[in-house]
C-alpha cells in the first residue's frame, strides 16, 4: 500500500513536470527569493499565502535558476504547514550563531533557550508539563523519536531554521504534541544559481578532555543538490555527575553524528529527495564512591564502588524518501521512511550485584516504517484547505538477561549465589494510523481562522482511537499587536520503544522482586488544551509576548527511570491538570540583540493506574488519593541572553535559570533554584594564504556554581545529578 501510494505520487509528478529538468543558460533568470520571517503567531500562514500565489502567477512562462526553483518549492512546503492559533518560537541562523557555542550547541541546549522548556538529566527536556513529548520534523517530514530521545541524535549543524511550536496547534500536528521541533535544514545550492561545491571543517576543544571535530561538503550541479555533515564527539562529561566533584569518575563518551541530504529537480514544480541520518553514542555510566554494599556475593569480600563499570550504548538511524511539489494550484510532499533505534546496557556483573542485588543485560530496540502524506489546495480567495495521512508500523524489542539472589518474602537475601533469570517480551506490530482535514479561513484582513479535525487510531499493546477537533484563530489588532487563541482535543500513544513487558512473577522470591504486583497495560493519554496570546511590537526592533495556558488530561503519561539503565518506562496517572504562563522579549537593533524568557508551570497527576509495580504500595496509596507534583514540574524557568557586534568580535552572554525539580516521597518537595552564566567571544580572522578563519573563546557556567538537577528522590528518579562545571572551549571553523 505504501509503495503503490508513493509510486503513483511519483508519476503524477513525472506526468505533470514536463521536460525541462535544468534551466537553459540563455532563458531569461528571476532574482533569489527573500524570505521574510514575521514571528507573530499566525501571520507567517497568511504571508505564505500570499507569497505562494505571486510566484506562481510570476513563474507561468519563465525557466527559473537552480536557486529560484528550490526557493519556490521551499515556498510551496512551507505552505503545506500551519501554525494558526499556536505559539511559534523561531531559532534562524543567525539566533544560532550567537549561542556561546554556536553550531557546537547541542539540539537540545538550543531548545533550552525557548520559553517553558526545563533541563533534566541525561538530556531530557520537558515543555509546558510534559515528560518529553516533543515532535521532530525535519523538511517537513515526522521522523520518528529515538529511544534515547532524538535531541542527542541530531546535530544543530544540520539546521538552517529552527521553529518550536507549542500550545493549540492545527489538526495536523498529532501523537507528540508538547512541542514540535520543525527543522529546515541546510541545502546544497548556498545561495547559488550557478554550481557550486563548499563545505567547512572545524574542530571544538576544551575542559574535560572534550574533542569535538566536524566537516560538511554541500554542492549542486544542474538539478542536483547536496548537503552532507559528520561530528565525532569525545569527552569526560558524557553524563551528569552524580556528585559535587569537579571531575566525574568512570564518564567517558564517544559519540558520532552524521546527516544527509540530496535531491533532484524533476522540473521547476517537482522534486525527489533523500535523507539519512546515524548516530552510534557509547557512555561510560559515571560512579557514585564510598557506596556501602547491600547484599553479600560468593567469593567477592570487599568491591569499592568508584570501581563499578556500568555502559550504554545508544544507536539511531533514519532515512526517508520524499516527492515534494505542485500539482496544479495543489502543493503536495509524500514520503516513506524507516528509523531503527536501539539502546544497550551493560553492567558491571559484580558490582551491581553487591550494590542493587541485581545485574541485568538490557537490549531494547525499535524498527519503524512510515508513510506521511500532506496537501494544500486553496479555494478562492479567503480559504486554504489542508489534508494528509500518516502510518507507522513499529516493532518494537525488549529483552534482559539479568543475575539476581534468592530472597524470603520480606527482600532479605537467601544465597551468596546469584541466579538468572531471562525476561524477553513477546514481539509484536505496533501500528499507529491518522487522518487529518482543516481549513485555514482568512475572514477579514485581520482574523484569520484554523478550524479542523483529525482522527487517530493506534493498534499496539492496546487498541485505542480517538477524533480530536482543533480550533485557532489570529486577529490582527493593529500593525504592532496580534492576539491569537485556541484549543486542541490531544490523543498521545505512549512510545512503543520504551514499553517493556515486563514478566512480574519471574522476579519474586529475588532480590529484583518488584515493589507491587499489580500491573496494567499503559494507555493513551487525552486532554483538552487551551491556549491564549498577545504579541506587541514596540517600534521596529522590540518585541514582547505572553501567553496562557490550561490543559486537562485522561490517563496522563509520565516517565521514570526505574532500574540501572538509563531508560525510561512510561506509566499513567488517572488524572492531570497543567497550568502555566510564558513571557517573552527579543529585542534586536544595530548589531545588539537580546532575548528573555520566563515561565511559570503547574503540572500535578492523580492516582497512578498502569505500571504499578514499579512503585512503593505506600506512595502509591498516598497518590491515589492526593494530586501531586509531577517528577519534571519547576515552577519558574527562565533563559535571555545578549549579543553585540563591535569592530567585529560578537560578544555574547547568556544565561538558564530554574526553580528546582521536584523531590522526595510522592514529589512532595523540590530542590534549590539554580543558575548558569555562559560567555562567549567570536572574530574571524583574515590569515595569509589561509583565508578567513572564525574562532570562538566560550566559558559555560562561568561561575563555576555546584547545582543539582536530581538528588535521586522523587517518583521515577534513578541517580542524583548535578549540572556541568566551569569549562572553557575553543572553536576553530574554516569554509571554503
Not at 454 to 460: F, L, N, Q
Request: net charge negative.
Amino acid at each position: 500500500m505504501k509503495k503503490t501510494a508513493l509510486a503513483l505520487c511519483i508519476g503524477i509528478a513525472f506526468s505533470q513536470s514536463g521536460a525541462a529538468l535544468a534551466a537553459d543558460d540563455d532563458a531569461p533568470q528571476a532574482s533569489p527569493q527573500l524570505t521574510v520571517t514575521d514571528n507573530d503567531p499566525g501571520t507567517a500562514s497568511t504571508a505564505r499565502n500570499a507569497k505562494s500565489a505571486t510566484t506562481a502567477a510570476q513563474q507561468n512562462d519563465t525557466t527559473l535558476g537552480t536557486i529560484s526553483v528550490v526557493g519556490k518549492l521551499d515556498e510551496a512546503r512551507n505552505q503545506l504547514s500551519p501554525d494558526v492559533g499556536s505559539s511559534q518560537y523561531v531559532f534562524d541562523r543567525k539566533a544560532i550563531d550567537q549561542l556561546p557555542l554556536g553550531d557546537a550547541t547541542s539540539l537540545n541546549q538550543v531548545l533550552l533557550r525557548a520559553p517553558g522548556v526545563v533541563d533534566d538529566s541525561y538530556g531530557q527536556l520537558h515543555v509546558r508539563g510534559d515528560h518529553a513529548d516533543l515532535q521532530y520534523r525535519i523538511n517537513g517530514v515526522i521522523v520518528p523519536e529515538s529511544i534515547s530521545g532524538f535531541g542527542q541524535t541530531l546535530d544543530t549543524r544540520v539546521i538552517d531554521n529552527l521553529s518550536f511550536l507549542t500550545g493549540a496547534l492545527p489538526a495536523q500536528y498529532g501523537y507528540r504534541t508538547a512541542g514540535v521541533v520543525d527543522i529546515t535544514t541546510k541545502s546544497g545550492t548556498n545561495g547559488k544559481d550557478t554550481d557550486t561545491v563548499g563545505g567547512s571543517v572545524g574542530l571544538t576543544a576544551g575542559s574535560f578532555g572534550t574533542l569535538n571535530p566536524n566537516a560538511t561538503i554541500f554542492g549542486n550541479e544542474g538539478p542536483w543538490s547536496f548537503f552532507l555533515t559528520a561530528n565525532y564527539l569525545e569527552s569526560d562529561i558524557g553524563i551528569e555527575n552524580p556528585t559535587s566533584s569537579r571531575n566525574a569518575i568512570h564518564d567517558h563518551t564517544n559519540q558520532f553524528k552524521s546527516f544527509g541530504y540530496l535531491s533532484y529537480l524533476l522540473s521547476d514544480s517537482a522534486r525527489l529527495s533523500f535523507m539519512f541520518g546515524a548516530t552510534n553514542n557509547r557512555f561510560q555510566i559515571p560512579n557514585n564512591p564510598d557506596q556501602e554494599p547491600v547484599y553479600q556475593l560468593d567469593g567477592v569480600n570487599d568491591f569499592d564502588s568508584r570501581n563499578l563499570d556500568e555502559r550504554q550504548n545508544e544507536q539511531t538511524r533514519f532515512g526517508v524518501l520524499a516527492l515534494q511539489g505542485e500539482l496544479g494550484t495543489t502543493n503536495y510532499q509524500v514520503s516513506l521512511g524507516q528509523r531503527y533505534t536501539s539502546v544497550n546496557y551493560q553492567p558491571d556483573p559484580i558490582g551491581d550485584l553487591i550494590f542493587n542485588g541485581v545485574a541485568g543485560t538490557i537490549a531494547r530496540a525499535n524498527r519503524a516504517n512510515t508513510l506521511q502524506a500532506d496537501f494544500s489546495t486553496p479555494f478562492g480567495d479567503a480559504h486554504t484547505v489542508r489534508y494528509g495521512l500518516y502510518v507507522s508500523e513499529e516493532h518494537p524489542l525488549s529483552n534482559s538477561t539479568s543475575q539476581v539472589f534468592p530472597a524470603d518474602a520480606d527482600g532479605n537475601q537467601t544465597s551468596t549465589t546469584p541466579i538468572t533469570i531471562v525476561d524477553n517480551a513477546p514481539h509484536i506490530d505496533a501500528r499507529t494510523y491518522g487522518l487529518y482535514l482543516q481549513d485555514e479561513w482568512q475572514l477579514s484582513d485581520k482574523l484569520t481562522v484554523n478550524y479542523g479535525v483529525r482522527g487517530d487510531k493506534v493498534d499496539a499493546y492496546v487498541k485505542e482511537g480517538q477524533l480530536s477537533p482543533r480550533l485557532g484563530l489570529v486577529y490582527q489588532l493593529s500593525d504592532s499587536t496580534t492576539l491569537h487563541a485556541g484549543y486542541a482535543r490531544y490523543f498521545t500513544p505512549p512510545p512503543a520503544e520504551l514499553i517493556g513487558q515486563t514478566d512480574i512473577a519471574l522476579f519474586q522470591g529475588t532480590t529484583n522482586a518488584l515493589p507491587s504486583n499489580v500491573n496494567a497495560e499503559t494507555l493513551s493519554e487525552r486532554s483538552n488544551y487551551y491556549d491564549a496570546g498577545i504579541s506587541q511590537k514596540i517600534g521596529s526592533d522590540l518585541t514582547l509576548g505572553l501567553d496562557l495556558y490550561y490543559r486537562e488530561v485522561h490517563n496522563l503519561l509520565d516517565e521514570g527511570q526505574f532500574g540501572a539503565a538509563l531508560i525510561f518506562s512510561p506509566f499513567n496517572y488517572d488524572q492531570g491538570r497543567v497550568r502555566g504562563a510564558e513571557f517573552t522579549a527579543n529585542y534586536d537593533h544595530d548589531g545588539f540583540s537580546a532575548f528573555f524568557n520566563l515561565s511559570s508551570s503547574r503540572a500535578e497527576g492523580k492516582d497512578v493506574v498502569t505500571g504499578q509495580y514499579n512503585f512503593d504500595p505506600d506512595e502509591l496509596a498516598y497518590i491515589a488519593t492526593h494530586w501531586v507534583h509531577l517528577d519534571h514540574d519547576q515552577r519558574l524557568t527562565s533563559s535571555g541572553g545578549v549579543s553585540y557586534d563591535w569592530s567585529g568580535y560578537r560578544i555574547g552572554a547568556d544565561y538558564l535559570y530554574g526553580s528546582g525539580l521536584r523531590a522526595d516521597f510522592a514529589n512532595s518537595a523540590h530542590l534549590p533554584q539554580y543558575y548558569s552564566v555562559n560567555l562567549s567571544v567570536d572574530h574571524k580572522f583574515d590569515l595569509p594564504q589561509m583565508g578567513k578563519l572564525d574562532v570562538r573563546l566560550t566559558a559555560v557556567n562561568v561561575t563555576d556554581r555546584v547545582y543539582e538537577l536530581r538528588d535521586g528522590s522523587g517518583i521515577g528518579v534513578g541517580a542524583p545529578q548535578f549540572g556541568p562545571r566551569r569549562g572553557l572551549y575553543l572553536s576553530l571553523q574554516k569554509d571554503f
